[in-house]
T-cell receptor, first 116, second 116 residues
Framework: DAGVTQSPTHLIKTRGQQVTLRCSPK?????VSWYQQALGQGPQFIFQ???????QRGNFPDRFSGHQFPNYSSELNVNALLLGDSALYLC???????????????FGPGTRLTVL | GQQLNQSPQSMFIQEGEDVSMNCTSS?????WLWYKQEPGEGPVLLIA?????ELTSNGRLTAQFGITRKDSFLNISASIPSDVGIYFC????????????????FGKGTHLIIQP
């Protein structure tokens, strides 16, 4: 049973560029959430996608956008990159259905983004 | 927004010792999750708690959901070298829409270091 997968593992960009990160959820999961983890901090919630729509958003600017595809995979796009966007970007997926288990989020290995 | 206060920030212990860490909040949380993260990896789910007062074990790990719904603790018994890592508490705030529809709020982590 494949877990949450993310690509690429590492990425180096320069200020002002745009980046797209990809995530495939765990088998049987339909909800995908994205988090940003700065060095030495806990992950911060960016947004969540369900049924191809953004369902909830954390305190992040509009430069951060996303998409979910019919196969439940998701992309995170960041425009006009700033030095402060350098972080580990984590994708998490949650199971189908509306039981308490759907509150549990499983994380991928992350994409390390460095902005120069 | 909600914040989780996780303590201690770091722990230096001897192999074989028991470990205890906790997480508190000024507001109610509906679900508590405990994760472990190792360098360069995503957080790995250790224990999920869904009901106030719930006590759940996973091998040498035990976690409890506080009665007030504002705190949780994680204990590790008889620590071994592979327990080294950063432990995060995370919670889903109340009220919430359920069905995995919310972003997790994370603590800042407890860095566990084991001296042989």
């Amino acid at each position: 049973d494949a877990g949450v997968t993310q690509s690429p593992t590492h990425l180096i960009k320069t200020r002002g560029q745009q980046v797209t990160l990809r995530c495939s959820p765990k088998s049987g999961h339909d909800t995908v959430s994205w988090y940003q983890q700065a060095l030495g901090q806990g992950p911060q919630f960016i947004f969540q996608y369900y049924e191809e729509e953004e369902r909830q958003r954390g305190n992040f600017p509009d430069r951060f956008s996303g998409h979910q595809f019919p196969n439940y995979s998701s992309e995170l796009n960041v425009n006009a990159l700033l030095l402060g966007d350098s972080a580990l970007y984590l994708c998490a997926s949650s199971p189908l259905g509306r039981s308490r288990d759907t509150d549990t989020q499983y994380f991928g290995p992350g994409t390390r983004l460095t902005v120069l | 927004g909600q914040q989780l206060n996780q303590s201690p920030q770091s722990m230096f212990i001897q192999e074989g010792e028991d470990v205890s860490m906790n997480c508190t909040s000024s507001s109610i949380f509906n679900t508590w999750l405990w994760y472990k993260q190792e360098p360069g990896e995503g957080p790995v789910l250790l224990i999920a708690l869904y009901k106030a007062g719930e006590l759940t074990s996973n091998g040498r790990l035990t976690a409890q959901f506080g009665i007030t719904r504002k705190d949780s603790f994680l204990n590790i018994s008889a620590s071994i070298p592979s327990d080294v890592g950063i432990y995060f508490c995370a919670g889903l705030p109340y009220p919430y829409s359920g069905g995995g529809a919310d972003g997790l709020t994370f603590g800042k982590g407890t860095h566990l270091i084991i001296q042989p």
